[in-house]
Structures are given as structure tokens and as C-alpha cells.
């Protein structure tokens, strides 16, 4: 301090060695000759010269500092950023360029073989017809009859330049020279050329699979003694299961499997101590008709009829005034659904949700479920 008095908080401007001002500090603590300083902004070291400035100087001093370090900060970030924004440019015009010259080249190669095998077939078609020519002048034949056969001919090239073979192995030009001479076989065979086009329908027609599903099963029963209740509850089942596509719309198939029908209600409902429950295990054999609403990339979105056959096998029933009459019987299901086919080549895995009404009804119980099912098909 050498002999200079001050407190804590005070400003000092900092003053180098040439007596230029290099900063700001504030006094933080102060003994008997020397303080401790916070440097405000600048810089220090030994030797320099503190001198007292105002608060209000430097607290001004200060942050016109900071704003100037803040602007700087901020343009060196723009900077930065305009560089970083030039070079991606620069390389998206070089890739571009790079992309733009691979294609040239490739046009450049398809339109010279494409040229080269118009010229190959037109030798062998000029060929072909000097052959045909010199065997039928020897039968003695008019000029003119040889003049159109040569005319159709020649107008047959242009169906069979578009028909060359197209895959690599036959586009290589170092089997072009073995192409352009005919084969014996080839030289022997009459002047008539039919082109014709096979299409491997790939479209599977027959299919086999397995489908488990589970059913929300309900009963509504009118019993004369008593008001209106119903039932319901969590069923399941099995089946396996065939489709064949008849054409692009329609396709029919076959069912036979298993499905447990359950339905239960609460003692307040149906007027029994211990609740009421009906369980039974059927033995199901069905047909069904579908009808395809939207085909997308193989996939089908498709609305189903359906008719089933069911025998029970055994059963458990704890409903009052429901006789094994009732429900034992040889019956059926008739309903629909809306279903969804993912096709995956060799396999088909199905989505359907559907509904079903137990045939026939009656006066005194309708009986029914929805369900969903889900499975996997194999393509035949």
C-alpha cells in the first residue's frame, strides 16, 4: 500500500511499468502495509501501480468491458459458424458434381451397349435374311413374294430389340461375339418368330395354418319367473384353418378346431346364493367367405361371413330354470368379422376381430361372443 488508505470494496485502475492503464481490481481485505485484490477485468502483475478511482468510474469502466468482451464472444461464435456453414456447402456441391458425374458415365455405358446390340441384331436380321433369300430362290420363287418376306422381316426387328435379354451376365460385351452368330438349330427354323412373354404368377392360392383366438362370451336370458339378467365372460380356442383365393376378390375357406364357452353372473343378478356360471368345451367345424376391401403392398384389409358347427363334449352349468336341452345340442354360429393378412412370401400371419351370434335363438336366451384371433398361415 506503502502508505496509501483504503477499505474493503474500494476501485483501484491497475497501471503498468509505462504507466498505461491495464484494468480494474477492488479491494477484498486490507492489512497494515498490503490488501487483497479482485481483479475486475484486465490484467496484473508484480510491480504495477495501483492508483484509487471512483466507484461510479469504475463500476462504468467495467461493464463497458464486459460488453465488449460479450461482443467479441459473440462475433468469434459467428464466425465460426459462417465457416462451418461454408464448408458443408462446398462439399454438397463436390457430392453433387461426384453424383452427377457417376450418372453421366452411367448413361454414357447404357446408351453405347444399347447401340451396340441394335447393330448386332441388325446384322443378324440382315443375315437371316440373305439365308432365307438364297433357300427360297432355289425353289424358283417370284421377286416380289421375296421382297415382303424381306419387308417383314425387317419390321420385326424393332419388337425384338425390345426383347433382348437384360440381365448382366447377357449385357456383358464380352459375350456379345458369341450371340451374334445364330445356332445351327436357329439357322434351320422357318421365317415366323412369335415372342411370347411368361409371367410366373407368384401369387399363393391355397393356404394352411393355425389360429388361436379368445372370445368375450355373453348369455341373455328371459326366465318367466324372474326379470331379465345376463351373463358374460373370458373364453378361448383353437382351430386350424384353410383359405383359397377364387380370383382377386374373393376367396373361401375351412375351420376345424376346439373353443371353451364360459359366462358367469353375481348372486344380486341372478337370484342364485353362490352366483350363476355356464361352462362348456365344443368341437367346432366352419366355413367362411371373404371378400378383400384394400390391397397394399401384398397386404389385404378384407370383411368375412362365416358359419360354424358346434357339438359340446362336456360341460358344467349352474344357472336356474337352464336345462342341458337348452344348450347340449347339436348347433351353430353364424357372424363376421373385418381382418387384416400380412403376407410374407411362404408365410401369411392373419388379424381378425369378429363376432357371433349362437343359432338359433330363442324366446328366453341369446347367446353370443366377440372375438379376436390372430395366427400363421403357410403359402402353398
Known amino acids: 500500500l506503502q502508505g496509501v488508505k483504503t477499505k474493503k470494496g474500494a476501485y483501484f485502475d491497475i497501471f503498468n511499468l509505462e504507466k498505461k ?192 383366438f379368445v372370445t368375450y362370451d355373453f348369455m341373455r336370458i328371459s326366465p318367466l319367473s324372474q326379470s331379465n339378467y345376463s351373463m358374460s365372460g373370458l373364453g378361448f380356442g383353437t382351430m386350424f384353418s384353410t383359405d383359397f383365393v377364387l380370383n382377386r376378390f374373393v376367396s373361401a375357406g375351412a375351420s376345424i378346431g376346439g373353443k371353451r364357452f364360459f359366462a358367469s353372473a353375481r348372486e344380486d343378478e341372478c337370484g342364485q346364493t353362490r352366483g350363476c356360471s355356464l361352462l362348456i368345451y365344443y368341437a367346432s367345424a366352419g366355413l367362411h367367405l371373404k371378400l378383400n376391401l384394400i390391397e397394399f403392398y401384398g397386404h389385404k384389409l378384407w370383411l368375412k361371413g362365416e358359419g360354424t358347427l358346434l357339438q359340446p363334449i362336456s360341460y358344467s352349468n349352474e344357472v336356474p330354470n337352464l336345462t342341458k336341452e337348452s344348450f347340449s345340442p347339436f348347433h351353430g354360429t353364424l357372424g363376421g368379422g373385418l381382418g387384416l393378412d400380412l403376407n410374407f412370401k411362404q408365410f401369411t400371419l392373419p388379424f381378425v376381430v369378429d363376432f357371433n351370434i349362437h343359432m338359433p335363438p330363442t324366446q328366453t336366451i341369446l347367446t353370443g361372443s366377440f372375438g379376436a384371433q390372430f395366427g400363421l398361415f403357410y403359402n402353398f
Open 21 to 212: 492503464k491495464k484494468g480494474i481490481a477492488q479491494i477484498d481485505r486490507v492489512g497494515d502495509r498490503k490488501a487483497i485484490v479482485n481483479l475486475k477485468t484486465g490484467s496484473i502483475s508484480k510491480r504495477w501501480m495501483l492508483q484509487p478511482v471512483s466507484k461510479e468510474l469504475a463500476l462504468y469502466e467495467i461493464e463497458k468491458s464486459q460488453k465488449r468482451k460479450a461482443l467479441m464472444t459473440r462475433i468469434h461464435k459467428e464466425q465460426i459458424k459462417r465457416k462451418i456453414a461454408f464448408k458443408k456447402k462446398q462439399l454438397d456441391r463436390e457430392k453433387k458434381k461426384r453424383v452427377a458425374l457417376k450418372n453421366k458415365l452411367k448413361r454414357e455405358r447404357q446408351i453405347k451397349l444399347a447401340r451396340r446390340r441394335a447393330l448386332i441384331q441388325k446384322n443378324l436380321l440382315a443375315k437371316k435374311k440373305r439365308e432365307i433369300k438364297r433357300k427360297l430362290a432355289s425353289y424358283s420363287l417370284d421377286e416380289n413374294i421375296l421382297e415382303d418376306l424381306g419387308e417383314e422381316i425387317e419390321q420385326s426387328s424393332e419388337v425384338l430389340s425390345y426383347n433382348l435379354p437384360s440381365s448382366d451376365k447377357e449385357n456383358d460385351p464380352s459375350l456379345i461375339k458369341d450371340n451374334m452368330e445364330p445356332s445351327e438349330e436357329n439357322r434351320e427354323t422357318n421365317v415366323g418368330i412369335e415372342l411370347v412373354e411368361i409371367k410366373e404368377d407368384k401369387t399363393s392360392r391355397f393356404k394352411l395354418g393355425l389360429i388361436p
